[in-house]
């Protein structure tokens, strides 16, 4: 796993850039430390971290925690009332139209009742025919999708209703798939979705505060002039 990168830190608040294959908090199965994001940032700091949020395993970008309860505790309410603003990328197979919103419902667990939900999506790049050498066919889009609601694998799932699961998500796209894809363009294993940025109201400070990950590298496999 590689080391963590730090995007913001303050007295009260610390962002980092959680790879890919990185859970948040440890769960019922026993994991190697060095891939337990809470643990790492521990260790780095040299003190108790507390999540606000929780980004899906195979989900990079930006993950904040906060360094004390009362922090924790006022950043949480902030996410319950949604006032904070996330944004997502993610990478598709196919040309998507310029933009959409989804406002399915979705079930946490099949014997629970549907909870609203709402994404927006926005097209921003799409690649052209013959980009990839001997898949003349393959055409990929990458999306801003900016979830109002944090419902379980919202995004993932929204997307998969359009008809547009993401590039490597082997739960909603399929093993086969996602295989082959992840042969054709060199990223693997990976699941192309990136926490991209994340904006809020500081709890203590009451001045806006913006988090930006960097381009994640698999992406600019499939689109090198991402910046």
């Not at 999306?143 to 998969?160: D, E, N, V, W």
Request: proline residues 9%.
């Amino acid at each position: 796993m590689p080391p963590l990168h730090i995007l913001f830190q303050d007295a009260f608040l610390v962002a980092i850039n959680k790879p890919a294959g990185m859970i948040v908090h440890p769960g019922r199965d026993k994991e190697d430390p060095e891939d337990i994001a809470i643990l790492r940032l521990r260790d780095l700091l040299g003190r108790r971290v507390y999540p606000v949020h929780r980004l899906d395993r195979p989900t990079s970008g930006v993950q904040l925690f906060a360094l004390d309860k009362q922090t924790a505790s006022l950043t949480q309410q902030a996410f319950a009332r949604r006032e904070v603003f996330k944004t997502y990328h993610a990478i598709i197979s196919g040309c998507t139209p310029p933009q959409w919103t989804c406002e399915t419902p979705l079930k946490t667990n099949p014997e629970d009742e549907p909870l609203s939900a709402e994404t927006s999506f926005e097209r921003i790049a799409v690649t052209s025919p013959g980009d990839f050498p001997n898949h003349a066919e393959l055409i990929l889009s990458l999306l801003k999708a900016s979830p109002l609601t944090g419902r379980f694998h919202q995004i993932r799932r929204h997307l998969l209703e359009a008809g547009f699961p993401i590039v490597g998500d082997f739960r909603y796209a399929g093993i086969e798939r996602s295989f082959e894809l992840g042969e054709i363009l060199g990223t693997g294993t990976r699941m192309l979705l990136q926490s991209k940025n994340l904006k809020l109201t500081h709890p203590h400070t009451n001045e806006p505060l913006e988090i930006i990950a960097p381009t994640d590298p698999e992406f600019r496999k499939c689109f090198p002039d991402l910046s």
